[in-house]
Structures are given as C-alpha cells and as structure tokens.
C-alpha cells in the first residue's frame, strides 16, 4: 500500500499539476560537500560499505535532508556501478582515481560470459536501503530509485575506469558492433529488473543516468543510448509500473531533446550547457524538464547564485513543468551554506511563475 507524501510538490510537478513554487533537489545531494557525510564514510571505512549497508545508507540519503528543510526530494544512496559489480565485474573503489573494475569487458570471451544477474538477492543490500530510507522519510518527500543507462555501464565495464577518452569502447563499437549491442542488450534487461524491485521496494520515481550518451554521434546517440533507455520504460511499463513517473538524463545530449521527448519518460534532465528555455519549446510542455543549473556557480557568491537561480527561473518562464536541479552533480568542494542561498532563492524566486500566486 502507498503511504502518503507530504510534500508532493515534485510529484505534482511529475504529473503536470499546478504547483506554489519550483520544486528542487541536488543531483549527488548527499555527498563529500557535506561534512556529515564526510564523517559517516571516515566510519564505514569506504564509499562502498555506504552503500552496502542499509544503517549508513539511510543516514547519509537523509543528511542532505535534516540539512536543508527546502529540498522536495530526497534519492537513494548507491552507485549506478551496483549493476555491473552484481554481474561479476568486481567494482572497488581507488582513492582519488573513482571506480574500478577488476575484470572489464576486453575481449570477445568476456562479453559472451555476461549474463543478467540474480538482481533480487545480489542486489538485496539496495532494496533494504530503499525500504529503511521510506521508513526514516516518513512521507516527508519522494523518494527516487535509479540506475546507469546502458550505455553509461558499458563505457566503465569496457574501459574498466572513467577518464580513458572511451577508445575502448568505440574501437569495439566500430570493430564489433554485434558485442556492444550483446552487453547493452544484456545491461537493459537487468536495469530494468532493478528497477522494478526498486519499485517494488518503495521508491516513488525512478531515474535513468546517461552520463556518456553525449560522447556518441549523432546517428549513435539512438542506436546504442537512447533506444535501450526506452526499452526499460517500455518493460516498465510492461511490468505494471506505468504510473512511477520516469526520468532520463543524457549528459551532452541537449541536441537530441526532440528525440528524449518521444522516449516515453514523463521528464528530462537538462545540462547547464544548454538553453532550458529553448528546450522548453522543442518539448511544448508535452513532458517535464529538469534542471539546469551549472553546479560549479555554487562555488561562487550569494549574489552570483541568485542571480545565475534567477536566470534559470526567467528561461523556463511561467506555468508547470520544470524540476530544478543541477545540470550535474554538485563538486566536493562546494561550501554547504551556498547551497541553502540557492535553495531559499529557488522558493522565493519561483513562486511568481506558478498559478494563484
Ligand atoms: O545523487 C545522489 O545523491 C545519489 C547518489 C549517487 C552517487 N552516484 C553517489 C556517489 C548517484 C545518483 C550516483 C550516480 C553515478 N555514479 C553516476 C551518474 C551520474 C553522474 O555523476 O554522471 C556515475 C557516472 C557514477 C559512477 C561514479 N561513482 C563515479 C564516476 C564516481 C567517482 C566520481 C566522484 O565524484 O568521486 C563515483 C563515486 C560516488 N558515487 C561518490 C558518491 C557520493 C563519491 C564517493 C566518495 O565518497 O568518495
């Protein structure tokens, strides 16, 4: 049974109903900026036991939340890297390098092996997360469940690490077409049985990360990111789950709104490089924008915020339809009290853009 939501502003927004403000939350909300987040991984000893064990995953999900009153969701703690570590990829974590796996994608042998995992009891940790974090929300805001779009988890099960310029991947892409459609083929259908179980769990939105999709060409951006984001709505919806709203966000991939808008997704993510207002009228508010904040303006001042809030507020303009969010995830080395500067200007500001008031 669902319980009820006392701020339902973001899922109101979801649904295209009328709304008093903008609702917002922070792309990687919970995080090294905050000192008590800082301090709860100093006493689980590594990122992966945060999210490994449901006690810190709860507390650190809810940091960002006891911090800021203003947030109007809050997103489960994990990696999108869960997925391939569950198909035996072996994710560890190197200080100040990022992710890591032990046994990448190299060779024809490796990608045959791939199989779709026993999502329910590998990826058992996450959806007793899921279940502890409803708990400890109460209802107070949403909750959103997510995972790698299948490109993205190809591009580190590949190349084994970020940062590699994606060589490997293209090589194979252009070499052997046949085994990256093989990996995204198998990478879809467990992102999408993930999905479900979070659903099932208790999640009440779930988002799809495409943090590479902005790396293919134009005709690749379809072929081998997006089509296989639509087949997990298309399960999704198969399963039962038409009415969990659905986000897709391609990083560098603000030239292929019009194609993003006939996804299937209620909502897009938007980066910072692009003009959310333009994307505004590709979309005809057919479907929900999210974003667009550069996260690197909250390393500046109070004033240099407002103003770049302001900014975001006056190019999406009136009516409903818009999240606010960054246009990636906030920088370590954001000061925390900027971010409460943005937050009381985004529910000050945005309150003049929404009927009634
Ligand atoms: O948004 C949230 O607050 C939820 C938590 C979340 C994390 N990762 C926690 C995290 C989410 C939604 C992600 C998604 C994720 N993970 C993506 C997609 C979004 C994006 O950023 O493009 C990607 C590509 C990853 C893979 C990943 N995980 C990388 C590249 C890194 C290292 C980069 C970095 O910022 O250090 C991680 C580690 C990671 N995931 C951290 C957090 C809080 C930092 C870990 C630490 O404490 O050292």
């Known amino acids: 049974m669902k319980s009820t939501i006392h701020n339902d502003v973001f899922l109101k927004t979801l649904n295209h109903q009328s709304t008093p403000y903008t609702p917002v939350w922070m792309m990687r909300q919970a995080g090294r900026y905050l000192p008590e987040y800082r301090e709860s991984r100093k006493n689980a000893g590594s990122f992966l036991e945060l999210c490994k064990n449901t006690e810190f995953a709860t507390e650190v999900t809810m940091q960002p939340l006891d911090r800021y009153p203003l947030l109007d969701a809050a997103i489960l703690f994990s990696d999108i890297l869960t997925v391939p570590d569950a198909m035996g990829l072996g994710l560890h974590f190197v200080d100040g390098e990022g992710p890591k796996f032990h046994k990448p994608l ?29 708990k400890s929300l109460d209802g107070r805001v949403p909750l959103i469940g997510f995972a790698g779009s299948p490109w993205t988890l190809a591009t580190y099960m590949i190349e084994g690490q970020g940062g590699t310029g994606f060589l490997n991947i293209k090589k194979m892409l252009y070499t052997r077409p046949d085994l990256i459609h093989h990996i995204l083929k198998i990478t879809a259908e467990s992102v999408s049985l993930y999905l479900a179980k979070q659903i099932e769990a208790g999640v009440d939105v779930v988002m799809i990360f495409d943090s590479w999709g902005g790396v293919l060409t134009h005709e690749e951006y379809e072929t081998h990111s997006l089509n296989y984001m639509k087949v997990i709505i298309a399960n999704l919806n198969l399963m039962g789950f038409e009415n969990i709203p659905k986000i897709i966000f391609s990083k560098g991939g603000g030239q292929w709104i019009d194609k993003q808008a006939k996804s299937g997704a209620d909502a897009l993510g938007i980066d910072w490089q692009t003009n959310l207002g333009e994307a505004r009228k590709i979309v005809n508010d057919k479907i929900v924008l999210q974003g667009n904040l550069d996260p690197a303006i909250l390393l500046s001042t109070p004033k240099a915020i407002k103003e770049a809030v302001r900014k975001v507020l006056d190019s999406y303009g009136h009516g409903e339809g818009h999240i606010f969010n960054l246009g990636h995830g906030i920088t370590q080395f954001t000061p925390p009290e900027n971010v409460e500067c943005m937050l009381e200007e985004i529910r000050n500001y945005s309150k003049k853009f929404h009927a009634g008031n």
């Open 106 to 134: 190299l060779d024809e042998k490796s990608v045959q092996k791939l199989d779709v995992p026993d999502v329910e009891n590998d990826l058992a940790y996450v959806f007793d997360a899921v279940k502890s974090i409803k």
